[in-house]
């Protein structure tokens, strides 16, 4: 069964970081391109970050904040955040692609198709 299971999400203070992961079952991970989206309340889903192959593409909000990885042996990706603000709050999804993404439609919801279930990340003092 093709899965993607989002996990590390929780209460932080504004400054913090947290690691958000997505670990793959079913496929083979490095595959595909794998993004990360959030949506906050009352809020449309948006695009954080991608990784496919060879690059890595990150929305302006999260641009030097945030960093995308993967490893392969444990077919899991990672988005780690530091330096939150409260207006990263939302519920972080994971989702795969097989087609290759570039920096124009990398954010397009319609190119994605499995999505996880999401974890809350709340940044609050």
């Known amino acids: 069964q093709v899965q993607l299971v989002e996990s590390g999400g929780g209460l932080v203070q504004p400054g913090g970081s947290l690691r958000l992961s997505c670990a793959a079952s079913?496929?083979?991970?490095?595959?595909?391109?794998i993004g990360w989206f959030r949506q906050a309340p009352g809020k449309e889903r948006e695009g954080v970050s991608y990784?496919?192959?060879?690059?890595?593409y990150y929305s302006d909000s999260v641009k030097g904040r945030f960093t995308i990885s993967r490893d392969n042996a444990k077919n899991t990706v990672y988005l780690q955040m530091n330096n939150l603000k409260p207006e990263d709050t939302a519920v972080y999804y994971c989702?795969?692609?097989?087609?290759?993404?570039?920096?124009?439609?990398?954010?397009?919801?319609?190119?994605?198709?499995?999505w996880g279930q999401g974890t809350q990340v709340t940044v609050s003092s």
């Open positions: 079913g496929f083979t991970l490095d595959s595909y391109g």
């Open positions: 989702t795969r692609t097989s087609t290759r993404l570039g920096g124009s439609d990398w954010s397009a919801r319609w190119a994605y198709g499995v």
């Open positions: 990784i496919g192959s060879y690059r890595t």
